[in-house]
């Protein structure tokens, strides 16, 4: 099958969100383009390690010179719902960010698991192999991937409580907690 590739320059919205309850979430990426619309399923875990190293890597790179804002502008802030309908076109596997230091620039990567259900294990150029996974690239201006960061790492707190031994995420009625010898909490 052929590898599909879905670019988006500066799109009109790039999010991370989430669909059914603490506990039973599904997380998305998701990414408009007037009326084209692609959504990709990740893991909880994908959603906050993008959000981390993108803090990171605008971090750094402000430090080094380039014009990147502390917080996002109260315009890029975005707190709606994902739009609908949600369809997932892949699940994550890999993802890759990059900084363009032309244009000051993100470029968000995120590539679909193969076959086999794993991650692929090297990330070949687009406009290689018609074979490859599928991907999704987005490139954003600094100030949306600093809006991007906040939102997505504001998604993921916004589970489930963890437990205050563990570190596990509490249910409404508790767990059974390892540190706590087994004992409910």
Known sequence: MARRVYNFENPDRFVAGTVGQPGNRTFYLQARDANRIVSVVLEKVQV???????TQLLAEVRERGAN???EPAPADIDTAPLDEPINETFRVGTMAIVWDGDDESIVVEARA???DGEAAEE?????E?????????VQLES????????????VVAAGRPPCPF???PLNP???ICARRNGFMH
């Open 48 to 54: 906050a390690l993008l959000a981390e190293r993108l």
């Open 68 to 70: 990147v804002p502390l």
């Open 113 to 115: 698991m193969n076959e």
């Open 123 to 127: 990330m070949a150029d687009a406009d």
């Open 129 to 137: 192999d018609d074979d490859g996974s599928d991907v999704v690239r």
């Open 143 to 154: 100030r949306k991937a600093v809006a991007f960061a906040r939102r997505a790492l504001d």
């Open 166 to 168: 563990c570190g596990q």
């Open 173 to 175: 009625e508790g767990h």
